[in-house]
């Protein structure tokens, strides 16, 4: 079973420009999660989807941060415009729905450096 | 006050050693309680989870809840340099209530020395 895909690995932009970052979950997995992780510190949820809906984005910065999952499969991750509190890795995960516990398994991350 | 806290190290032991990674927790409404163990460039892997109270053990490592303190423990038996890592705690409430969003610590950096 392929795991959770993103891309790019590494990115780096100056401040106030725009960036976006991909996610392909694991094939069947209705839920996908983003992160943001900064250094030293453990992940932050930013958004969750169930399917192309949205459960959850109260910690996401929506002046300056927006995600889509279209079709509930990929999902893109935008900032625009990237300040420099913005450098971190950014986490996709995705989960399925069995029983009363469901498992996040995490991609490599997208590790962003603004400058 | 963070939710969860987590000392975040580092914390440095020779091959063999028995190591004990802690959290502490504000939030009672958590009743599901994960450890993730996250290597360097790479992300979160779940090691164990825990429902509620109690002790769970795989291996050579052993989790434990204690709900009435609000403290949660990893116990790695036989550590070796492969366990060299990132260890972070996660919580979160129970299946049903709103987003089944995970709450982490920080994340201890621990690292075994052969």
């Known amino acids: 079973e392929a795991g959770v895909a993103q891309s790019p690995r590494y990115k780096i932009i100056e401040k106030r420009q725009s960036v976006a970052f991909w996610c392909n979950p694991i094939?069947?997995?209705?839920?996908l999660y983003w992160y943001q992780q900064i250094l030293g510190q453990g992940p932050k949820l930013l958004i969750q989807f169930q399917n192309n809906g949205v459960v959850d984005d109260s910690q996401l910065p929506k002046d300056r941060f927006s995600a889509e999952r279209l079709k509930g499969v990929d999902s893109t991750l935008k900032i625009q415009p990237a300040k420099l509190e913005d450098s971190a890795v950014y986490l996709c995960?995705?989960?399925?729905?069995?029983?009363?516990?469901?498992?996040?398994?995490f991609g490599p991350g997208t590790r962003l450096t603004v400058l | 006050q963070k939710e969860v806290e987590q000392d975040p190290g580092p914390l440095s032991v020779p091959e063999g050693a028995i190591v004990s990674l802690n959290c502490t927790y504000s939030?009672?409404?958590?009743?599901?309680f994960m450890w993730y163990r996250q290597y360097s460039r790479k992300g979160p892997e779940l090691l164990m989870y825990t429902y509620s109270s109690g002790n769970k053990e795989d291996g050579r490592f052993t989790a434990q809840v204690d709900k009435s303190s609000k403290y949660i423990s990893l116990f790695i038996r036989d550590s070796q340099p492969s366990d060299s890592a990132t260890y972070l705690c996660a919580m979160r409430g129970p299946w049903g209530q709103g987003a089944q969003k995970l709450v982490f610590g920080q994340g201890t950096r621990l690292t075994i020395n052969p």
């Open positions: 094939s069947g997995h209705a839920t």
């Open positions: 995960a995705s989960s399925s729905h069995r029983g009363n516990y469901n498992e996040q398994f």
């Open positions: 939030n009672s409404a958590f009743q599901y």
